[in-house]
C-alpha cells in the first residue's frame, strides 16, 4: 500500500523533525510525507526543505499564512489525487494525524489495515474499547465525549470518535468526494469528513488509540472551533431531516405526479 500522511504544520519547528522521522519509520519506503506549512514564522518549512534533501518522500505545500486544519487537509489530500499518475503510481491511502506526537506514528499501521479489508475510512478512536487518554482532567473528557454523543445523536454516523484527526481514507472514496464542498475547520472537519464518506456509500470502522496532549509548542485549538464544530453539527442534522423528507414526499406521489 502507498500511503502518503499529510501534517498541517504552524510553528511545529519543536517537533516536525522528529515526527516526521518517526512517521518515516513506521511505514518504510512506501511511506510519503506532506507537510502543509500555514507560513510559520519559527522556521518549520526550512527543516522540512532539509530532510526533503536526506530522505526520500518528503514533501511540502507553502501557504503565506494560517488558512485552518480543514484547508490544510483539503489541500493535501487534493495535492496526492493530483499526482495519482506519477511515476511511482497513485497513492492507495491518505492519512491524517498531528504533527505534535498526540497521535503515536507507531499506530499509523494499524490504521491502515483496515483499508485492506474494504474499508473506506478507519478512526483512531479514543472511545472505543482500548482507546485511552492518560492524564486528561475530567471537564476535559465530559466535554470530547460529549461532543461526540451530540455529532451521533444528530447525525448517527455510527462511531464514536467523530472528532479524532487521527484516521486513514482510501484514495478510492476522497476521489468520490468533492473536497471542494467541505467548509468546516477543527472538529467540524473531522465530523463533516466522515459524513461525506458515509454519504458517498463508503464504509467506516473504529481502531483504539492512545492519545496524548502535544509534547511542544502550542496548541491550535480553540473555544470557537469547538462552537463552530456544535453549530454545524445542528445545521447538517436539520439538512438531512429536511432531505429525507422531501425524499419521502416525492416516494409517496403516485407514480404519474413523479414522472
Avoid at 511545529?12 to 522528529?18: C, G
Avoid at 522556521?43 to 526533503?52: E, H, K, M, N, Y
Avoid at 447538517?236 to 416525492?250: I, P, Q, Y
Wanted: glycine share 10%; hydrophobic share 40%.
Amino acid at each position: 500500500m502507498r500511503v502518503l500522511v499529510v501534517l498541517p504544520t504552524y510553528n511545529e519547528a519543536e517537533n516536525i523533525e522528529a515526527i516526521i522521522r518517526a512517521v518515516k519509520a513506521a511505514l518504510g519506503e512506501s511511506g510519503n510525507v506532506l507537510v502543509v506549512d500555514d507560513g510559520s514564522p519559527d522556521g518549520t518549512a526550512l527543516i522540512v526543505d532539509r530532510l526533503a534533501t536526506e530522505l526520500k518522500g518528503i514533501h511540502i505545500i507553502r501557504r503565506p499564512s494560517k488558512e485552518g486544519l480543514g484547508s490544510a487537509y483539503r489541500a493535501g489530500f487534493s495535492w496526492g489525487l493530483d499526482r495519482s499518475s506519477g511515476a511511482e503510481g497513485p497513492f492507495d491511502a491518505m492519512v491524517e494525524m498531528d504533527s505534535d506526537f498526540s497521535h503515536d506514528p507507531a499506530a499509523i499501521p494499524r490504521i491502515l489495515e483496515p483499508l485492506e479489508d474494504g474499508y473506506d475510512l478507519c478512526i483512531g478512536s479514543r472511545y472505543v474499547p482500548g482507546g485511552d487518554i492518560p492524564g486528561w482532567p475530567r471537564y476535559r473528557w465530559l466535554i470530547s465525549r460529549g461532543g461526540n454523543i451530540y455529532a451521533e445523536m444528530m447525525l448517527r454516523l455510527g462511531v464514536k470518535d467523530a472528532t479524532s484527526g487521527f484516521r486513514a481514507y482510501s484514495s478510492r472514496i476522497l476521489r468520490s468526494i468533492d473536497l471542494s464542498t467541505i467548509k468546516a475547520e477543527g472538529y467540524g472537519f473531522q465530523i463533516e469528513m466522515a459524513m461525506a464518506v458515509l454519504d458517498a456509500g463508503g464504509k467506516a470502522t473504529e481502531v483504539p488509540i492512545t492519545f496524548v496532549d502535544r509534547v511542544a509548542g502550542t496548541s491550535k485549538m480553540s473555544s470557537r472551533i469547538f462552537v463552530e464544530a456544535f453549530a454545524l453539527v445542528a445545521w447538517w442534522s436539520m439538512k438531512r431531516v429536511a432531505r429525507k423528507a422531501r425524499e419521502w414526499r416525492r416516494a409517496s406521489l403516485p407514480s404519474g405526479i413523479r414522472a
